[in-house]
């Protein structure tokens, strides 16, 4: 599909060219060369766009890279249920995951994650991702607001 979009491009390029090229000073605009070049631009960063290839890694790089410990702490503050919890199933589905996620309130007063935070609690060890339990997700009753420099 890509050759044939490239093909596509690359007649109209072709045509644009000969056409923006047939203009003399009693039919060209001030900007037909700014266009021109604009439009050409935008013709190599599309055949740039469609023979980019993702890297391979090597099986060094492999081993380097799953020796690394990959760890997420997430403050969470007022945050609406449902936003959190894509937030967290997007860390399990990543293709590295992390190796662990560190959730920290920041002093919420309203939500109650209790629905998220017993799903967290079964999805992270099925999915081999280590947590501390019992951090992050208060209950809007036991939440204490933290005192900042600012406030």
Known sequence: MAIIVLAVAAVWTAHHTLVASAYDSTTTGRLSLVWTALFVVFMVQTLMYHLEHPRRLSARGARQLSGLHVAILMPVHNEDPGCLKLGLESFLTQTRRPDSVHIVDDGSTSPDYAEVRAWWNRAAPEAGVAF?????????????RRRTACG
């Open 132 to 144: 501390t339990p019992g951090s992050g997700f208060p209950t809007p009753g036991n939440a204490t």
